[in-house]
């Protein structure tokens, strides 16, 4: 099922999932240039050492030569939440999942991390891969839903302090992972 296709399904069911009934449905788009300024508050009020903006605009340089994929997410005209990958060889590695804190805890992560999967799969890549603070419980828990399991630790890995687990989703062109990723769309909270 392609971006679109998920986007039009999204929109014919916006008054149940991630959103409360009634709001505006949620939209996922490839990221542009123009979104960085929206994106700049969110990466500052969540990440201590957040990337500047220089960074997303070489990211989004490198997304329109095939080596990067970046989404954000939009409820009505606000951009509420963004997420990556990269391509390293035969793997996509998730470079950030970010939501606004006004926003956190309805979903728009899983939605995020959904279409940069359906992405991944599409585009033929073997594996996901990504690294998450250890303190940060909810992520985990987010990633471990789409299959991502600990495979290491990186010491001192943010701000040079906090350690990193490394985790890996294997096999994501096999059929476990596509029921995985549609039983999480039809079960969206």
């Known amino acids: ?19 409360d009934s009634g709001s505006p449905f949620l939209e996922v788009a490839q990221m542009q240039t123009r979104h960085i300024r929206h994106i700049m508050p ?7 050492r957040p990337w500047t903006a220089r960074i997303f605009e070489e990211e989004i340089a490198l997304m329109k030569r095939d080596n ?3 989404l ?12 990556g990958l990269l391509f390293a060889d035969e793997d996509a590695h998730v470079t950030n999942i970010a939501v606004s804190p006004e ?5 728009i992560a899983t939605e995020l991390l959904l279409e940069l999967a359906w992405f991944a799969r599409e585009h033929k890549f073997k594996a996901l891969t990504l690294e998450v603070r250890h303190t ?15 495979a290491g630790v990186r010491k001192k890995y943010y701000e040079n302090t906090d350690d990193a687990i490394v985790m890996w989703c294997s096999d994501i062109q096999g ?7 549609q039983t999480i769309e039809s079960t969206r909270t």
């Open 72 to 83: 954000v997410a939009h409820v009505g005209g606000e951009l509420v939440g963004y997420g």
């Open 42 to 48: 969110i990466e500052q009020s969540i990440y201590p």
């Open 1 to 19: 099922m392609s971006i679109l296709d998920r986007l039009l399904r999204r929109q014919e069911n916006s008054g149940r999932g991630a959103l």
């Open 136 to 150: 940060n419980t909810v992520a985990q828990k987010l990633y471990q839903r789409f299959g991502f399991v600990p």
């Open 68 to 70: 990067r994929q970046y």
């Open 175 to 181: 059929e476990a992972f596509e029921r995985r990723l």
């Open 103 to 107: 926003w956190q805890g309805r979903g």
